[in-house]
């Protein structure tokens, strides 16, 4: 429909969309939260889980507690303190980010951490929001998967002398591969609709603008009900397989057990 949804104008939303070098910029930006996010963030969810069960059991509650915290924070609250620590003060102003406060001590002057337009770095630092959030998610998950291997298969990994890598890598992380893959592919989905951070930290400026939030935009700003419902089937095409992987992950877990 058009604009107003008063006319059936066809594919031409579409065709506009896929014209238009900003919504291209922002399919990139999607595609780069979508590599690097789910990847990094199962990465040191994995790595936290392993350590984390290698030390005694108070030690344990701590450290998993302290990683998981971030969970109990809302997107928004965790934009605000992440964007505190971004914080740009001008020459002459006392430095209140961590970020510059840190490369000052080094003898850099302060940055403007996301306003900058220095290859997509600005939509990087925001995507470290979201892995700071979803990494205890990834460890809990991913660290019931390990406390699950028998213990045989273990033992038996290291009667025939295999070292500590080995075992992790040959015994370990193929029985508990299903589960990584799940959180993945949790973590990816959520990715795909990511919108609060980029709304509170940049509004979608300085080139970090990504699909859900350029359907906000189109709709809530620009009233453009034909332009926002084409972003949405957009996104929601892209989801589809995801859900579907997802399915088909979890499926193959239960035929697993």
Known sequence: ????????????????????????????????????????????????????????PTREKVFKSLIFMPMAISF????????????????????????????????????????????????????????WLQVGYSMVIISAAIKAVPEETIEAARIDGANAWQVFARVILPQVWGTIMAVFVTVLILV????????????GNFNTSVLAFEWYKRFFVNSDTGASSAVVVVLCLIIAPLMWLQIRTVRQQESLR
């Open 1 to 56: 429909m058009d604009k107003r949804s008063k006319e059936f104008i066809g594919f031409e939303n579409y065709f506009e969309l896929f014209a238009d070098a900003d919504f291209l910029s922002i399919l990139l930006n999607n595609l780069l939260w979508v590599l690097v996010v789910p990847a990094i963030t199962v990465t040191i969810g994995t790595i936290v889980a392993t350590l984390g069960n290698q030390v005694g």
């Open 76 to 131: 928004v609250a965790a934009s605000t303190i992440w964007a505190y620590m971004y914080v740009y003060s001008p020459p002459g102003r006392p430095v209140i980010g961590f970020f510059n406060a840190l490369i000052n001590s080094i003898g850099i002057e302060s940055q403007p951490w996301l306003t900058m337009d220095a290859g997509r770095l600005n939509s990087f630092l925001l995507m470290a929001v979201v892995v």
């Open 192 to 203: 795909m609709k990511i919108f609060d951070i980029v709304l509170a930290m940049t509004g």
